[in-house]
């Protein structure tokens, strides 16, 4: 029963270790890439950092575009940076100009259509916009669409163009 419970005793360091750095690396290393102004926890991310701004507003009511707009201007107005709101939600991408939202969604070989799709765009407006809305399509999904495979077919069997070329 001893060796039992030192055996334990000796691997739990090693379990430990692992769960730590693959939590460090899922945090830290995930979005490194992308500018963050603010520090972030291990465990929570920047959403302590978003509740020290609701503290200073004193309002719990507002709404979280008026806590990033005072992140942003606390950050000293970064014209980009992540928010990493894990485990509530995705994390999230701030981009205060115009030029560096003009140049993410710009069509690419990569991504013709457009970028991809947040998955709580699907999740939360599927009801207001329609199952098969392009607002919400990523590129798989658009030859998917009955729409747009119609106006395909319509379109190959005539060999003019329709509607749906200028989308």
Not at 149 to 162: F, L
Request: glycine share 4%; hydrophobic share 40%.
């Amino acid at each position: 029963m001893a060796e039992t419970t030192y055996a334990i005793l000796a691997i739990l360091p090693v379990i430990v270790w692992i769960i730590y750095t693959r939590l460090k690396s899922w945090r830290f290393n995930n979005y490194s890439h992308i500018p963050q102004t603010h520090a972030q926890s291990l465990f929570l991310g920047h959403l302590n950092t978003i509740a020290k701004f609701y503290k200073q507003i004193g309002d719990g009511r507002r709404h979280i575009d008026y806590i990033v707009r005072d992140m942003f201007k606390a950050s000293g107005k970064s014209e980009i940076t992540l928010l990493d709101l894990r485990p509530v939600t995705y994390p999230m991408t701030v981009i205060a100009s115009h030029d560096i939202a003009e140049q993410i969604s710009r069509a690419t070989k990569e991504l013709p259509w457009s970028v991809p799709k947040s998955p709580t765009m699907t999740a939360l407006y599927t009801r207001l916009i329609g199952k098969y809305s392009m607002i919400s399509a990523d590129e798989t999904e658009r030859n998917c669409c009955p729409v747009i495979k119609s106006a395909n077919t319509t379109r190959a069997r005539s060999g003019r163009p329709s509607a749906s070329d200028s989308i």
